[in-house]
């Protein structure tokens, strides 16, 4: 991954209205979500951290926003212009980082110290000094306020950005989040757009098991919410429900993306285990091998 110059500040931000940019380096998703997992599988094993599945479930998710949706520029991270993107499920923030240094807002070399003690990365989402993230995250239940926050400032100052939030399925067990589920359609947050990674599997069981959630999307759609169903790994389906919102104008629009936690490494998807297990040495090169280990 080649890296880029930052230019920071908004008087250096160039208003060229609102539109995509995504540099000649970022190719298909389906090539830019290979990358998410290997350079993030390599990333938790050295730092001897964890959410590898957490992290694997979103990567198709973040590879579509970051290729095909979000727009946003890498030589100005703080363009006023810019869509906002929240990672609500901010312990999962490897894929996150790993997206923004594929898209050139800070050098790839940051990669290599992630979680470790001093570095710019840590463990949950940090915007502190990373450009690219809006806001520190990592206490569940709050993304979604936030996102709400912002959505209604744009609303109010007129303008024309969006605000993506992706969310964990177990963080819907927070009460905040329901409060920011009420509040959206009573503010008509169409500019809102609320993604939820939905892998059924929570930190010490089933979503099932632990606080069961369905009817799921009958639950947004009472609340006010316009709801999509898909299937949170192809391309496609992704693709084509981020790009049309609002789906109903007036209304903020919630996808439901039914994933797979641990997507893409056999001995990880849906399995509990991989939540916070770390993968050792011989795990890492059984996963990087069924991954394509980059070739």
């Not at 993506?164 to 359609?185: K, M, Q, Y």
């Not at 693709?239 to 919102?245: I, K, S």
């Amino acid at each position: 991954m080649e890296s880029r110059p930052l230019i920071r500040g908004h008087s250096h931000c160039k208003d060229e209205g609102m539109q995509l940019k995504v540099d000649e380096h970022i190719h298909e998703p389906e090539a830019l979500a290979k990358r998410i997992r290997l350079t993030t599988l390599r990333m938790i094993h050295e730092a001897k951290s964890s959410h590898i599945g957490s992290a694997f479930s979103m990567a198709d998710l973040l590879a579509v926003l970051y290729a095909k949706i979000l727009r946003v520029d890498p030589a100005c991270a703080d363009w006023p212009q810019r869509d906002r993107f929240i990672l609500s499920k901010g312990h999962a923030c490897a894929p996150l980082y790993v997206v923004l240094a594929e898209r050139g807002f800070f050098p790839a070399e940051w990669l290599n110290d992630f979680y470790h003690d001093g570095s710019r990365l840590p463990g949950h989402a940090t915007h502190t000094g990373v450009p690219g993230v809006e806001v520190s995250t990592g206490s569940l239940g709050h993304g979604l306020p936030i996102a709400c926050g912002m959505a209604l400032a744009a609303k109010r100052d007129r303008e024309a950005y969006r605000v993506f939030t992706l969310l964990s399925d177990g963080e819907c067990d927070e009460g905040s989040t329901w409060e920011a589920i009420l509040f959206a359609p009573h503010h008509q947050l169409d500019n809102l757009i609320a993604i939820v990674d939905y892998n059924k599997i929570q930190s010490l069981g089933t979503v099932k098991e632990v606080l069961d959630l369905e009817p799921f999307a009958d639950k947004w759609k009472a609340f006010g919410w316009a709801v999509r169903e898909i299937d949170g790994h192809d391309f496609e389906q992704i693709e084509r429900a981020l790009t049309d919102v609002p789906a109903e104008p007036g209304k903020p629009t919630c996808v439901v993306a039914h994933t797979v936690k641990g997507k893409g490494v056999s001995f990880m998807e849906n399995k509990l285990l991989w939540h916070y297990r770390t993968p050792d040495r011989g795990e890492t090169a059984r996963a990087l091998a069924e991954l394509g280990n980059g070739e």
